[in-house]
């Protein structure tokens, strides 16, 4: 069974950095890939970053040269590192995993299949 869990949310003023971290278990004899997801309050779920199965990665335009996403495959963590933080970064934040080395749409989220239960990062101005 796979399990994700997702810590490092806080709440930060602008311009200051996070780094979430998405614990997984039951993938580690999967190939997968992996992303970061975010929902503000009203608005629809978004892909930000998303690593495939041969490493290669994906960022949304709204993140690019901000965050920055990678994947420790000895601790099975997913990480997200997220620099220079503005307060429309504020949204709940998922991890997601599809088990597939390639993903054809990386930041669409109708492909992933586990998810994990959201961290909340809240970025004051």
């Known amino acids: 069974q796979v399990q994700l869990v997702e810590s490092g949310g806080d709440s930060v003023q602008a311009g200051g950095s996070l780094r979430l971290s998405c614990a997984s278990s039951?993938?580690?004899?999967?190939?997968?890939?992996m992303a970061w997801f975010r929902q503000a309050p009203e608005k629809a779920r978004e892909g930000v970053a998303a690593?495939?199965?041969?490493?290669?990665?994906t960022y949304a335009d709204s993140v690019k040269g901000r965050f920055t996403i990678s994947n420790d495959n000895a601790k099975n963590t997913l990480y997200l590192q997220m620099n220079n933080l503005k307060p429309e970064d504020t949204a709940m934040y998922y991890c997601?995993?599809?088990?597939?080395?390639?993903?054809?749409?990386?930041?669409?989220?109708?492909?992933?299949?586990?998810w994990g239960q959201g961290t909340q990062v809240t970025v004051s101005s």
């Open positions: 690593i495939d199965g041969y490493g290669r990665i």
């Open positions: 039951g993938v580690a004899s999967m190939r997968i890939s």
């Open positions: 997601a995993v599809i088990r597939n080395s390639r993903v054809a749409d990386p930041l669409n989220e109708i492909q992933y299949i586990f």
